[in-house]
Nanobody, 123 residues
Framework: QVQLVESGGGLVQAGGSLRLSCAASERTFSNYCMGWFRQAPGKEREFVATITWSYFTKYADSVKGRFTISRDNAKNTVYLQMNSLKPEDTAVYYC?????????????????WGQGTQVTVSS
């Protein structure tokens, strides 16, 4: 059982930056594909970014060029650096872990989830 704990959310003005962190309890963290998703009120959970065990990354078109996903396997932590934030980025952001050697963008492909952290971007 992998436990994921997100941190780093908060309130920021449009154009600002935040860095989210997700700490994993699993010592074999490096074997997992890690992803970030978000869910705004009244909307479905959507893919934001993913990073594989081999550091391959993939982003949603809506965040490409603004967000950067990274991982530190020594610290069992994955990060999401968010720059040039927009009000439409407001959502609860979730960290997730998938078992497998590929990259994944569907929530159903992820087995473990964190509790989420709120990101609010004011205009």
């Amino acid at each position: 059982q992998v436990q994921l704990v997100e941190s780093g959310g908060g309130l920021v003005q449009a154009g600002g930056s935040l860095r989210l962190s997700c700490a994993a309890s699993e010592r074999t963290f490096s074997n997992y594909c890690m992803g970030w998703f978000r869910q705004a009120p009244g909307k479905e959970r959507e893919f934001v970014a993913t990073i594989t065990w081999s550091y391959f990354t993939k982003y949603a078109d809506s965040v490409k060029g603004r967000f950067t996903i990274s991982r530190d396997n020594a610290k069992n932590t994955v990060y999401l650096q968010m720059n040039s934030l927009k009000p439409e980025d407001t959502a609860v952001y979730y960290c997730a872990a998938a078992v497998g050697g590929s990259w994944y963008s569907r929530p159903v492909d992820y087995k473990y989830w964190g509790q989420g952290t709120q990101v609010t971007v004011s205009s």
